[in-house]
């Protein structure tokens, strides 16, 4: 039977919002201080994966502390980094230091970028989001990027029966996904955190041409 309550680790300490849909979710636990996702670094996949581009526009939707988009915007990559919890907006801002400006407080669900991304980078933010959400997840993924722009990032795979982290079974993902993006690229983690160590793949999809969401 499936349940959506958060999963609580031995040890971690009681929260009062158990709803991950709220914004108060997230708030809470990064005024607590309690963010076992926090990778506190830059993964390898990630940085591999920008020294084999060139520069495009970059979306970085649920990015918690940022890391990666301070990363970007060291290396003059025009990047847009946003979350709907307003202390994990602080939190980036402190992170990102002389780039704080690339950071906003905003919902994926009804944001307007900037620009059009040429990419737009997943790190557990589909994991984030209960099931109920993911067709709209990439139903918005589809919105936001142009033909042949790229989702790319870690995913979570293999169900979970709490969340978050929401993890989805690869074959679910892959039908999920595949109507409006094509797999390119599918790859093993080497340096994942506790949370996710074992389960998290680099996929990296291209929009396809044939719809627009
Ligand atoms: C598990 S954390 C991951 C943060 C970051 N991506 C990382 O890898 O450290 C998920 C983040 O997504 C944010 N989030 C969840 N739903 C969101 C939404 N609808 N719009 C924007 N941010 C959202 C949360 O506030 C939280 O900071």
Redesign the pocket.
Same mark, same amino acid.
């Given at each position: 039977m499936s349940d959506s309550r958060p999963t609580v680790p031995p040890g971690a300490p009681e929260f009062e919002n158990r709803d991950?849909n709220a914004?108060g979710f997230?708030d809470e636990r990064f005024e607590r201080g309690y963010m076992p996702?926090?990778?506190a670094g830059v993964p390898a996949s990630f940085k591999a994966f920008v020294e084999r581009h060139a520069p495009m526009p970059v979306l970085i939707?649920?990015?918690?502390?940022a890391y990666e988009a301070w990363w970007l915007a060291e290396r003059g990559w025009p990047v847009r980094a946003? /979350? @709907?919890?307003a202390n994990?907006v602080e939190a980036a801002r402190a992170q990102l230091g002389a780039h704080a400006d690339v950071v906003e407080v905003? /919902? @994926?669900?009804t944001y307007q970028p900037p620009f059009e991304p040429g990419w737009i980078y997943e790190?557990?933010?589909m994991c984030?989001?209960p099931p109920s959400r993911r067709d709209e997840y990439v139903a918005r993924m589809a919105a936001l990027l142009p033909v042949g722009g790229l989702l790319a990032g870690f995913f979570f795979i293999g169900a979970t029966p709490k969340g978050?982290?929401f993890g989805i079974e690869r074959a679910e993902l892959d039908a999920l996904l595949a109507p409006h993006f094509e797999l390119t690229e599918d790859e093993p983690v080497n340096d994942s955190i506790a949370v996710f160590a074992g389960r998290e793949r680099w996929l990296t999809w291209r929009r396809r041409g044939a719809t627009k969401a």
């Amino acid at each position: 039977m499936s349940d959506s309550r958060p999963t609580v680790p031995p040890g971690a300490p009681e929260f009062e919002n158990r709803d991950p849909n709220a914004p108060g979710f997230w708030d809470e636990r990064f005024e607590r201080g309690y963010m076992p996702w926090d990778q506190a670094g830059v993964p390898a996949s990630f940085k591999a994966f920008v020294e084999r581009h060139a520069p495009m526009p970059v979306l970085i939707p649920g990015c918690g502390s940022a890391y990666e988009a301070w990363w970007l915007a060291e290396r003059g990559w025009p990047v847009r980094a946003i /979350d @709907f919890a307003a202390n994990a907006v602080e939190a980036a801002r402190a992170q990102l230091g002389a780039h704080a400006d690339v950071v906003e407080v905003a /919902d @994926f669900f009804t944001y307007q970028p900037p620009f059009e991304p040429g990419w737009i980078y997943e790190r557990a933010f589909m994991c984030a989001l209960p099931p109920s959400r993911r067709d709209e997840y990439v139903a918005r993924m589809a919105a936001l990027l142009p033909v042949g722009g790229l989702l790319a990032g870690f995913f979570f795979i293999g169900a979970t029966p709490k969340g978050p982290p929401f993890g989805i079974e690869r074959a679910e993902l892959d039908a999920l996904l595949a109507p409006h993006f094509e797999l390119t690229e599918d790859e093993p983690v080497n340096d994942s955190i506790a949370v996710f160590a074992g389960r998290e793949r680099w996929l990296t999809w291209r929009r396809r041409g044939a719809t627009k969401a």
